[in-house]
């Protein structure tokens, strides 16, 4: 029996709204504590825009301390107009990028998951895609993006150069390789790992350090690695997305990668995502969950934001940050029934359908939970 602590930063614009349905289903979860054996203590604070209007500075010392010696934190989004005028150095993506630094985050985790009741708003054809369900590990803290030297520059002939360096070494490579190895445990069992080896020599080194960690660390694991270039990678997943289980690639690449295996799967309403840091003596990991939307300022306040992907991004804290794999399922049909049932947010309106606020959704999702444990 284990009490978890979850932080939850709500954020700004439909941030808050999110969170809320995502705290019904705590409390759910909460109310069953005795059968599960498992319960939360749940703290809230504010960051982003919130914190900017609340302290002046958009998260505070004390939210940080509290992110790392939680369980999980939870956040909304942050951002919107009121802040856009802001410097950059102080506007509120500065707490979620502080965030993610101070709990060294560096494996970012998409899952792309195609709901049978949502194939068809795909922009593929409903049979590449219904049933898909494959997780992006992607690398989040090295790379092209952080790598010396990077400027821009005048040379003397009058042109100007821009200079941005793909770094990697051995451990930022491995440590990544390992987590997407554990996940792919838990999964299929099928490893791809995505670089650039025939053109780049970061991408050299990634493949081999990849293969070097599977078969060192994992020889036993049963874990099937494969290997396949950037630019094939993503012309497959259109072709055939389905031949995917977990995906493992760098920073720039991810970045990519993800978003497209994003789109498979519909809406931005929909997409949850976790971002984890090293594991410490007792295989805990730092954790921030968060949904892939932003703050959405053109719907705040109306009660129409779609939940369920924060509320989808509570179920991968489940999974990976409580071991309670069978509680994160049991949410995840949850979701699929909702769906399955015709209940819709506008994002994901289609004829037919049940147009449902907010907190309709979230007591659907808690409805469907009550059913299937009673
Ligand atoms: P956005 O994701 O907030 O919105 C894009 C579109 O998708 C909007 O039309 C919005 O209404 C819709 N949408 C998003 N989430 C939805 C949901 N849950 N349900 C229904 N519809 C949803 O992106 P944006 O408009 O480019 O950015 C708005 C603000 O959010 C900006 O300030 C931006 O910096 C910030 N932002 C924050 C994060 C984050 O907190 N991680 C991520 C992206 C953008």
Known sequence: MTNFNFLLLPGDGIG????????????????????????????EELVGGASIDASGIPVADGTVEKALVADAVLLGAVGGPKWDELPFDQKPERG????????????NLRPAICYSALADASSLKRELVEGLDLLIVRELT????????????????????????QVYTTSEIRRVVRIAIELAQKRGSRLCSVEKANV???GVLWRQEAQWVCDNEYADSGIEMSHMYADNCAMQLVRQPKQ???????????DMLSDEAAMLTGSLGMLPSASLGAADENGRRKALYEPVHGSAPDITGQGVA?????????????????????????????????????????????????????????????????????
């Open 200 to 202: 780049m020599e970061s």
């Open 244 to 254: 995917f289980d977990v995906i493992v690639t760098d920073n720039l690449f991810g």
């Open 96 to 107: 979620l990028l502080r965030l993610r630094k101070e709990l060294e985050l560096f494996a």
């Open 16 to 43: 808050p709204e999110v969170m809320s349905e995502t705290r019904r289903v705590i409390d759910w979860f909460n109310g069953r504590s005795n059968t599960t054996g498992n319960s939360f203590d749940v703290e």
């Open 306 to 374: 779609n939940p369920l992907a924060m509320i989808g991004s509570l179920a991968m804290a489940l999974k990976y940050s409580c071991d309670m794999g069978d509680e994160a399922d049991m949410l995840d049909r949850a979701i699929a029934n909702v769906l399955d049932n015709g209940l819709r947010t506008g994002d994901i309106m289609q004829a037919g359908m049940q147009q449902a606020s907010t907190e309709d959704m979230g007591k659907a999702v808690v409805a469907e939970l009550e059913a299937m444990s009673a």
């Open 142 to 165: 090295g790379g092209v993006y952080f790598g010396e030297p990077r400027g821009i520059s005048e040379l003397e002939n009058g042109e100007r150069r821009g200079i941005n360096t």
